[in-house]
Structure formats: structure tokens, C-alpha cells
């Protein structure tokens, strides 16, 4: 897929997020909005998976530890075929599958993640399987910045370089702001970069909305035989809807109507450039 | 039913012998099966086992969170996983990651909490896994299987393996005698199994104080010619309702005896059902009181609140006469 063909898509995606997350009263908006454009490249440029293979064990694995941003991960599965698209009107509905974080029973969704700091064990794990069983699956976890103060993910670090897991790729969406603030003001934990590097992780930087970026990125994974991979990307929270954009308040903001007008009115302009 | 009387502490392994060549056995033929450790090989007899078996054995370090997450993702990809660590640290610090890691996301680990309860009795409460039924039964989509002898813990861990879905086993590190030598004795998840008869009172024990509660029930008979029905209740979650409800249905008093905490473990999970059932047996539940507990041995805690013969029978006596 080129990169304008990508672009077109995160477009869509985002419309869709804003969709959903406008039926369903709730979301993850700005987190979701960071991460679409990273999910994007994976699910269309790099990841072996697909509703074809997901029952297979040689598939790649994707586990979104940040579970929070699920509605960017439900429209993306969408999109490729996992499920109907339509099935996402009943997201936090009473009863529906499709609820505030990744789960199971939603077809394409590995392992179920919601709470903070899982994810980058049950990666670490599986990426484990395969190297036991000569096996050669990768897998790939999505944190956020804001959850890296979880001591598991470090406990995750340490034994991925101790079984030099180079089936292994952690991708930050490095957006820098949590609930409550600046993740360097609530707990800073730059530099990321040299704190993985220490606990043995090759660790490569890049723009989290740059799609020829992200692409060059992965297609260079293992960054290091032997090392797992770190990508920290560097993304903007709420990105593609201006009045959103690194806006504390998105974090699960609801647009109303009018916001939501003005949201779908930017999202066409960025296509009308796009074509 | 024929009873060990003799020679019984020197005879018989401790459970964690047991579940240590049950594992080996199973690893020899069955290659999916994994074990994983959190610096606990030596303390859960696995060394062996990580000799034989090289390839099927994951040393985590001292990261027990980490233990149970890496175990899950182990789990997702089709091997039979057995995470192994004192049950203190498995169960407190690792809570979350059963509860979603391993529960929530269906992942079949089979979690092993070794030297559980006061089993490290002199290491003081940091050491002491007294909260983990409770904790647990709470946790949906859990087994939690607590074997008395060696024949439970065999057949366990055999269940075990074969299980699709996540379980809890623990077990202690001393000896443990044979319940009984029947041999048609059978072991299957959520089924209690009745090791002695008796029409007078019923005492319901689980794990290593099963054993103490048929020492009981013999005083009982030799000292009052009170008769007991001693049950060993090896599965916590699903518990067998429909045994409870046989047992209680002529009226005799109940003992349940457990080395956990008397707030949330076998003693109130069969109490709610009674009381919810209609049934109003007079009713026991022992087990370690709610207080700083005391160090020693296990069996001189079990001996310190009573999880003994004389303990057990005391209150066994006790319970009868009132009721009578």
C-alpha cells in the first residue's frame, strides 16, 4: 500500500473512530486518534494476520497493551474483515462484545487487555513460543507512554533481552500526555530511549504519523539480531482534528454535535488533499 | 474403607515430591508441556525436572508478575503451561495477572502455589498464603484445587494438564499420609471426596488438614463413640454443592477445617451455600483466625489454633453436645 493510500485510510479510520465514539457517548478519543496512523502500517503493511489466519500459529501477533485506545483497533480490525463494520454501533452498549477494551470475544483480538502494564508480558511470552518452537511469528505490543511507572513492563524489558527476543517489537505511541497531565510531569520517565537501551533493547525513534516512516521502521526489524526492538513513536494526541490536537481534555472526550460537525468537515478536507 | 495407621509420616512424600515426578512423567512423553519458575526450581523440587528437560523449563528470575503474564502468552500459543512459585508471592503479587491475564483472557495456565499456607510457618505473614482462596474464589473462570494426600496431588496435576482452562493447585512440602487405601478411590475436579463414614458429625477439611480431621474423627470414635464422616473437599472452586447438600441433609453438625484464613475460604464458601439452601446445621469453620498469626512449624500453628486431633475433635465434641 503506498503512503497516500495509507493516508486515505487514517482518514477513514479516523472518521470512523469519531463515529463510533460519538454513537457509543464514550471513547478513548485522543489516545485513539494517536495510534490509528501506527495500527494503520501495521495491519496493512506488516503484520501476517488476517481473518484468513488468525487461527493459525504462524500468524504475527499484535497485543495492544494501551487496551484504553480500543476504538481505533476495532475500526482498523473492521476494516480488515474481522468482523462487520456495522457490529461497532452497539460498542459500550449494554451486553455488547464490543466494549471499552480489547477482549476476546471480538474476532482479530489476541489477548484481553484493559488494565495497565500486561501487555508487554503476554508479548514477551508468546514471542517466547516461538523462539522454543523454532517458529518464526512475531509479535507486536502497543504501550503507551503514559503507563511505562507500571513495574511489569520493566520486569517484561529485563526478560525480553535476557531471552533475546529479536521476534520481539514494543512500539510506544509516545503522546505524551495522560489523564492527568504530562507524562513528564506526573511521573517523568525520559529518556525512554536509554532506559530501554539499558535493560538491552535496540531502540529506534520515528514519527508516529509519517506513514513512509513507520514503514521504513519495521521493514528494519530486528533492529539487532538478537535484541528486541523498540519503536517510540512519536505522535500527537487528538492528531487530525485541530481543536483536539495535544488538548488534555480529549483523552475521553465526546464531541458534541457541533464538534463533531467541524471534526467531519476537517476530516474531508484532509482526503480532498489526499486525492 | 481400609485406613494407614502405621509408620504414616515416614512412608509417604510430601505433595510437592509428588507433583514433581508427576511432572517429569508427563514431560517424558507430552513435549507442549512447559514449566515456568520464578527463581522457585529448588523450592519446588523442579531441578530434576530442569535437568531432564532443559527445553521445557523457562526460569522467569524473581518477577512473579512477570511469572504469570509471560506464562499466559506462553499458554495463548497452545503449550501446557505450569507456573510455578510459592503460593504466598504467586497469588498476592500476581493477583492482577490472574485475574486477567491468565482468568479473564482464558489463558490455561496452570498457576502451582507451592508451600502454601503456613508451610513456611517460621517465615512470618510475608511468607504465609492465608488470603488466596479468598482472593481467588472471587476471580471467575478459576479451578482452585487443593490436594490432601499423594494420591490427590497425582491425580491433580494429571487433571490438570489436561485441562483447557485456567486452574489453581497448591499444596504444602511435608509428608502427607494416605487418606485411605481404597482402591477404587476415585479424583475428579469439583467432586469431594468422602474418606470415612459416620452418621454423627461431619467434618469437611481440605489440603493438609484433612488429614488432622481423620486423626480427629478416630479419637472421636475411640474416646465418645461419636462417629464422623471426614470429607476431603481437594476442589474449592466449583465447590460440590451436591455433596454438601447429602451431607447436611440428616442435620449433623459440620466442621469445615482449612489452613487459610476463616474469612473467605472453604469454611464461608460452604456456609453460604447452607444457609442459602435452607440448611440449619450447627456449623463450625476453622481455620487460621484473623490476627497477626503465629510463627512456628506449620504443625505448631496447626497445633497453635487448634487444626490438630485434639483441636479438631475438641470442637467436633463440642458441636455435637450442643447439638444434642
Redo the contacts between chains.
Keep these: 500500500m503506498t503512503e497516500q493510500e495509507l493516508a486515505r485510510k487514517s482518514v477513514d479510520y479516523r472518521r470512523k473512530i469519531l463515529k463510533y465514539i460519538v454513537e457509543a457517548k464514550a471513547g478513548h478519543t485522543g489516545g485513539s486518534l494517536s495510534c490509528v496512523d501506527i495500527l494503520n502500517v501495521l495491519y496493512n503493511h506488516v503484520l501476517n494476520v488476517g481473518p484468513d489466519n488468525f487461527k493459525s ?1 504462524l500468524r504475527d501477533r499484535y497485543i495492544q497493551s494501551k487496551g484504553h485506545t480500543v476504538e481505533a483497533l476495532y475500526v482498523v480490525l473492521a476494516d480488515k474483515g474481522f468482523f462487520p463494520e456495522a457490529d461497532l454501533m452497539t460498542l459500550c452498549k449494554y451486553g455488547s462484545h464490543y466494549i471499552g477494551h480489547p ?2 470475544k471480538v474476532n482479530g483480538i ?6 495497565l502494564g ?1 501487555g ?11 523462539k ?2 523454532g517458529l518464526s511469528y512475531r509479535v507486536f505490543t502497543m504501550l503507551g507512554d503514559g503507563e511505562l511507572p507500571e ?2 513492563n520493566w ?2 524489558a ?2 525480553a533481552s ?1 531471552y533475546k527476543l529479536d521476534n520481539l517489537c514494543a512500539i510506544i505511541d509516545n503522546n505524551g500526555l495522560q489523564i492527568s497531565g504530562a507524562t513528564t510531569d506526573v511521573c517523568n520517565t525520559d529518556p525512554i530511549d536509554r532506559k530501554f537501551e539499558a535493560f538491552g533493547w535496540e531502540v529506534r525513534h520515528v514519527d508516529g504519523h509519517d506513514f513512509g516512516a513507520l514503514k521504513e521502521t519495521f521493514a528494519a526489524l530486528p533492529f539487532t539480531v538478537g535484541k528486541p526492538s523498540l519503536v517510540i513513536a512519536h505522535t500527537v494526541k487528538g492528531r487530525g482534528i485541530s481543536y483536539m490536537e495535544n488538548q488534555l481534555k480529549w483523552h475521553h472526550g465526546v464531541p458534541n454535535p457541533d464538534q463533531y460537525t467541524h471534526a467531519l468537515a476537517e476530516l474531508a478536507e484532509a482526503e480532498a488533499v489526499l486525492r | 474403607m481400609a485406613e494407614i495407621t502405621q509408620n504414616e509420616l515416614v512412608t509417604y512424600k510430601a505433595n510437592l515430591d509428588v507433583f514433581s515426578g508427576t511432572l517429569q512423567e508427563l514431560a517424558s512423553t507430552d513435549k507442549t508441556i512447559l514449566v515456568v519458575t520464578s527463581d522457585s526450581r529448588g523450592s519446588g523440587k523442579l531441578v530434576p525436572f530442569g535437568q531432564k528437560f532443559p527445553a521445557q523449563m523457562v526460569e522467569i528470575g524473581i518477577a512473579e508478575q512477570n511469572l504469570v503474564g509471560v506464562a499466559a502468552g506462553l499458554a495463548s500459543t497452545g503449550k501446557k503451561v505450569f507456573a510455578v512459585s510459592p503460593a504466598c508471592f504467586l497469588t498476592a503479587r500476581s493477583f492482577e495477572q490472574i485475574k486477567t491475564d491468565v482468568a479473564y483472557s482464558d489463558n490455561p495456565v496452570k498457576l502451582i502455589g507451592i508451600s502454601a499456607g503456613v508451610s513456611y510457618g517460621a517465615l512470618g505473614s510475608t511468607h504465609h498464603s492465608l488470603h488466596d482462596f479468598a482472593a481467588l474464589r472471587a476471580v471467575h473462570n478459576l479451578i482452585i484445587v487443593v490436594p490432601a494426600d499423594n494420591f490427590e496431588t497425582e491425580r491433580a496435576i494429571r487433571l490438570a494438564a489436561q485441562t483447557e482452562h485456567p486452574i489453581y493447585i497448591r499444596f504444602g512440602k511435608k509428608p502427607m499420609p494416605l487418606l485411605t487405601e481404597d482402591p477404587n478411590r476415585r479424583f475428579e475436579f469439583g467432586k469431594g471426596s468422602v474418606v470415612r463414614e459416620g452418621n454423627d458429625l461431619v467434618i469437611i477439611g481440605t489440603g493438609e488438614t484433612v488429614y488432622p480431621a481423620i486423626q480427629a474423627a478416630r479419637r472421636l470414635e475411640t474416646l465418645y463413640g461419636i462417629r464422623s464422616t471426614v470429607v476431603s473437599m481437594h476442589t474449592i472452586k466449583p465447590l460440590d454443592y451436591e455433596l454438601l447438600a447429602q451431607l447436611a441433609s440428616s442435620g449433623v453438625p459440620i466442621v469445615t477445617v482449612e489452613e487459610h484464613s476463616v474469612y473467605g475460604g472453604l469454611g464461608e464458601a460452604c456456609a453460604s451455600f447452607l444457609m442459602q439452601n435452607g440448611f440449619r446445621n450447627s456449623f463450625k469453620i476453622m481455620g487460621i483466625p484473623d490476627e497477626y498469626t503465629v510463627t512456628g512449624s506449620q504443625i505448631e500453628i496447626f497445633h497453635h489454633y487448634g487444626l490438630s486431633e485434639e483441636g479438631i475433635a475438641e470442637t467436633g465434641l463440642n458441636l455435637v453436645r450442643k447439638t444434642a
Design positions: 500459529p477482549t476476546r489476541e489477548q484481553n487487555t484493559g488494565s500486561h508487554l508480558s503476554l508479548s514477551v511470552g508468546t514471542a517466547l513460543a516461538a522454543l518452537d513495574g511489569s520486569e517484561g529485563l526478560l535476557h
